[in-house]
């Protein structure tokens, strides 16, 4: 009889992997501790090697077919400086997490998996036990509390597929959806607690009010019951070989939004693990020797981007580094075409 393989955590890292070792006719149960379908702070798309962990697992083309549409394109904008729009050296890929999460637990679900969802896991992580459950939640960083906020809006023209607003307390992403909807996603920090958001989302969102991004956003129509948040975000990276449970995804570490790659390492982390989870269920691994394998993979894997991205956050929220830096993509396509490919 094969191990049944547990993974707590039904996000896109738990999802992915419950799907690809039903592929190899694994017996798995996720445990689920929220619902679907459901929003999620996410700037929704997907860039770097994801898609192509996808394509591998032979969920990329129907995904596609299901509600999304490609980025191609991307500008810059700080309150004073303005990139050129540019041509994505790589297609990025825009979902709502609202369908994607859903999608894939059916997914699972129609590979005969079993989803426990609105169940959260309380046990403890041992042997054929999968940490899938998301970020690691730490109330600050550096004395910095770093918060995310999201909603989707109708009525939001842009420039280019996707936008990235720099302002003085973060960053503000902006992509179409397939439909017409724009999805305004935020990463934040505050030095103090920071009351009402429930209420000030969009003043948050929106940014200062002589910013390119405040224009952007005066005719929104907002879709208030998409707008969600999340806060304790820590991004100091994380070796998965330092962990002594086996995870995927941003349990294992997560990488700064700014990137657009943390979907990605959800389904690359999962796509790693595949293997020798599916071996240690036949009995061919010992558990220990899968958790390793899987770590030192991860580790090859993402410890450059991770580097780089850790570097680019701290640039973004030094203002006049952030300003230099948009200047030099300003006049230099090079320079935005290595720091993209280094983060993925
Ligand atoms: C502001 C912001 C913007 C972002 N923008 C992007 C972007 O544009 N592109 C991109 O690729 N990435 C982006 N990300 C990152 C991306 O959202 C995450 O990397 C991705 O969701 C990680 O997937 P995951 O499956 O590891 O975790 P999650 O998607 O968080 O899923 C974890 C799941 O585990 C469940 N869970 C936790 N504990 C338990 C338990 N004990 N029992 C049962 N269930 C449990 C949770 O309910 C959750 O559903 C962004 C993140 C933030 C904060």
């Known amino acids: 009889m094969p191990e049944i393989i547990t993974i707590v955590g039904g996000g896109l890292a738990g999802l992915t992997l419950g799907i690809g070792l039903r592929q190899r006719g694994v017996p798995v149960t996720v445990w689920e501790a929220g619902i679907y379908p459901r929003h999620r702070v996410c700037g929704e798309v997907i860039s770097g090697g994801g898609q192509r962990s996808l394509a591998r697992l032979e969920l990329l083309s129907r995904l596609q077919r299901a509600e999304t549409c490609p980025a191609q394109s991307v500008a810059f904008f700080a309150r004073k400086t303005q990139v050129p729009v540019r041509a994505l050296p790589e297609a990025a890929l825009c ?3 609202y369908i994607l999460d859903d999608w894939l637990a059916h997914e699972f679900q129609r590979l005969g998996g079993e989803l426990r969802s609105g169940v959260r896991w309380t046990g403890d992580f041992g042997q054929g036990i999968v940490r899938a459950g998301g970020r690691r939640a730490q109330p600050n960083a550096n004395g910095w509390r770093l918060f995310g906020l999201k ?3 109708r009525g939001v023209e842009l420039d280019a597929d996707l936008e990235m607003h720099f302002v003085p307390s973060g960053y503000v992403g902006l992509c179409r959806q397939a439909g ?3 999805n305004i996603c ?3 920090r505050s030095e103090a607690a920071v009351p ?3 209420k000030r989302w969009r003043d948050w969102l929106g940014g200062p009010a002589d910013s390119v991004l405040h224009s952007r956003l005066a005719a929104a129509q907002w879709e208030e019951k998409s707008f969600c948040s999340v806060a304790g975000i820590c991004l100091h990276p994380q070796r998965a070989t330092q962990w002594t449970e086996c995870c995927v995804g941003d349990a294992l570490t997560m990488i700064p939004p700014v990137t657009g790659n943390g ?6 982390s999962a796509e790693l693990a595949i293997e020798p989870l599916a071996r240690f269920s036949r009995g061919d691994l010992t558990w220990s020797q ?4 899987i770590a030192r993979d991860c580790d090859r894997q993402f410890t450059r981007r991770l580097r780089w991205a850790t570097w680019l956050q701290w640039a973004l929220f030094q203002p006049r580094v952030c300003a230099a830096l948009l200047r030099v993509a300003t006049r230099t396509e090079w320079f935005w075409r290595v720091v993209f490919e280094r983060t993925r």
């Open 151 to 153: 909603a989707h809006a």
């Open 95 to 97: 979902v709502s997490r």
């Open 263 to 268: 979907m990605s390492m959800a389904f690359e």
């Open 196 to 198: 009402d958001l429930a």
């Open 180 to 182: 017409g909807e724009v």
């Open 290 to 293: 899968a958790q390793q394998e």
């Open 186 to 188: 935020g990463l934040f």
